[in-house]
């Protein structure tokens, strides 16, 4: 890992050294969640060390707003866009409105499916919701004798926590034992709340709750807490936050994945820098289509590990 960090700042420093100044839109979610957060300090790091300007836009989770973003980096004719969309299919008409206007596009987080954008970057999410079906998998035959009640609480619009969710079960499709509940409505803390708080209520014998966002499994996990419930359903999710963290070390959390945001926003700038000025500086310009970065999955077994990305950027 460190080699690569080498490796990605000697990139940035050789084409900063060109001396030619870009400017870059970027436009987010939201930035009041710590994934949003780390993923806009990557970015801004990697364009200190490239000699670029960052203008970001804050939609706060409104499409309409975010689409205005978009059109206003047009009329202003910025070298490239970093898009982290709300909505992908909301999305389309004016990303291809931008790379028709010659601006290159990279989108993070959700791919927005348009001819021409350079690169996705983000997680394998149906690959890590597998591999976190195979903890659960495991947790269900050696400590409930194969047999259990599984239930899901995400943001059910989400095409992201659609595909975290397909890998969770496929894992455990071989399970006799197994009885899925359902998947109920979760997108922020209050929603995730009171979805467990019924589900405690209509099936006190829940064993498991699949919490595939940061919110799901914040409000799942004080939920429990406040019915007493910690010690008798478990809850497997994404995206470490100190609830996350204090569930791992008490055991009432089984399993956490945790993106690396920081290093998605750093490598959303390197494509473009490298898509922009790869040929004259390096002689290639090739980015690959889709730049997957792993997660890193924790336990009580190595959470004392967890390293927490930084929200603020950190490079001057």
Not at 24 to 30: A, F
Not at 288 to 305: E, G, H, Q, R
């Amino acid at each position: 890992m460190l080699r690569k960090a080498l490796v990605f700042i000697v990139i940035l420093g050789l084409l900063a050294s060109f001396g030619f100044a870009l400017k870059i839109g970027v436009t987010t979610i939201t930035l009041r969640h710590e994934f949003f957060q780390a993923i806009e300090a990557g970015i801004r790091d990697a364009a200190v060390l490239a000699g670029i300007e960052v203008e970001t836009f804050d939609p706060d989770l409104s499409m309409e707003k975010q689409v205005a973003a978009m059109e206003d980096f047009i009329q202003k004719k910025v070298d490239a866009i970093i898009l982290i969309p709300i909505d992908v299919k909301g999305l389309i008409p004016v990303t291809t409105e931008a790379i028709e206007s010659g601006i290159p596009v990279v989108t993070v987080d959700m791919p927005v499916e348009v001819p021409g954008v350079i690169t996705f970057v983000g997680t394998p999410n149906k690959q890590v919701g597998y591999e976190l079906g195979l903890v659960a998998k495991e947790y269900i035959e050696n400590e409930l004798g194969g047999k259990a009640k599984v239930a899901v609480v995400r943001w059910l619009e989400s095409q992201i926590q659609i595909e975290r969710t397909e890998g969770f079960m496929e894992a455990l499709a071989s399970m006799e034992g197994l009885t899925f509940v359902g998947e109920y409505q979760g997108y922020d803390r209050d929603q995730s709340f009171n979805a467990v708080s019924d589900l405690s209520m209509a099936h006190p014998d829940l064993d498991l709750i699949y919490a595939p966002a940061e919110n799901s499994v914040v409000g799942a996990h004080a939920a429990l807490e406040t019915f007493g419930l910690l010690d008798k359903m478990k809850i497997i999710g994404f995206d470490m936050t100190d609830e996350a963290l204090r569930g791992l070390s008490d055991g009432s959390i089984l399993a956490m994945a945790q993106q690396q945001p920081y290093l998605e926003g750093r490598i959303a700038v390197q494509a473009l820098l490298t898509h922009i000025k790869g040929m004259e500086i390096l002689g290639n310009n090739w980015v690959p289509a889709n730049s997957l970065v792993p997660a890193k999955i924790f336990t009580p077994d190595n959470v004392d590990t967890f390293k927490r990305d930084p929200t603020e950027p950190t490079i001057q």
